[in-house]
């Protein structure tokens, strides 16, 4: 089973900031936090991901909560080519490295 | 430039036919791995695979096989027994064992059996 939670669906007017939520309190110490994003038919594009302390790149900001057992995805001004399935995943790294996806977040940016 | 290939792009074929979709990658990644994506689902692991000549079986492995005799291909055979093999399916590859490091996803096959 995967290891995150997050909503089936969220809404964000375009030019606003999305704010996407994500739950994973059975986290370990040395699993990172994975975003990637599903625009329809094709395979998934990575966004960012973390271990501990926030990161930022030029598509978005990963909050990870101190306890990290929940982090939130930021697009900062989204646009409506933003509009995905946004899956937020833990990488299991070592011998049985694989990653588990759920069942995502699908993002409208409403015009 | 680096990446995955997956071919062909669309793929039709008669029930009770096996079927093998291409996974090709020049990232120089250990791990590949397969998944399964149905209609409004997210995605499922069929196999996987960390080094040549081995891999383990995902969550969903019945009616398919793999083969990892190049560390560049991990091709998917999609067998008589899969009872619903109509999806679309992901290749993706990836460092092995390496926390902190992304994986990267080829375009997809998108099989219909009629």
């Known amino acids: 089973d995967a290891k995150t939670t997050q909503p089936p669906s969220m809404d964000c007017a375009e030019g606003r900031a999305a704010n996407l939520p994500c739950n994973h309190s059975?986290?370990?110490?040395?699993?990172?936090v994975y975003w990637y994003r599903q625009i329809h038919s094709q395979g998934p594009q990575y966004i960012i991901h973390?271990?501990?302390n926030n990161e930022t790149n030029e598509m978005a900001s990963l909050i990870i909560t101190e306890d990290r057992k929940s982090s939130t995805l930021i697009l900062p001004h989204a646009t409506l080519r933003d509009t995905a399935v946004y899956y937020c995943i833990v990488r299991v790294a070592g011998r049985d490295d694989k990653i588990i996806f759920g069942k995502g977040t699908r993002l409208h940016i409403l015009p | 430039d680096g990446g995955i290939t997956q071919s062909p792009k669309y793929l039709f074929r008669k029930e009770g036919q096996n079927v093998t979709l291409s996974c090709e990658q020049n990232l120089n990644h250990d791990a590949m791995y397969w998944y399964r994506q149905d209609p409004g689902q997210g995605l499922r692991l069929i196999y996987y695979?960390?080094?040549?000549?081995?891999?383990q079986k995902g969550d969903i492995a019945e009616g398919y096989s793999v083969s990892r005799e190049k560390k560049e291909s991990f091709p998917l055979t999609v067998t008589s027994a899969q009872k619903n093999p109509t999806a679309f399916y992901l290749c993706?590859?990836?460092?092995?064992?390496?926390?902190?490091?992304?994986?990267?996803f080829g375009s997809g096959t998108r099989l219909t059996v009629v």
């Open positions: 695979s960390q080094i040549v000549n081995d891999f």
């Open positions: 993706a590859s990836s460092r092995a064992d390496d926390g902190n490091y992304g994986y990267t």
């Open positions: 059975t986290i370990s110490g040395n699993e990172y």
């Open positions: 973390g271990l501990k």
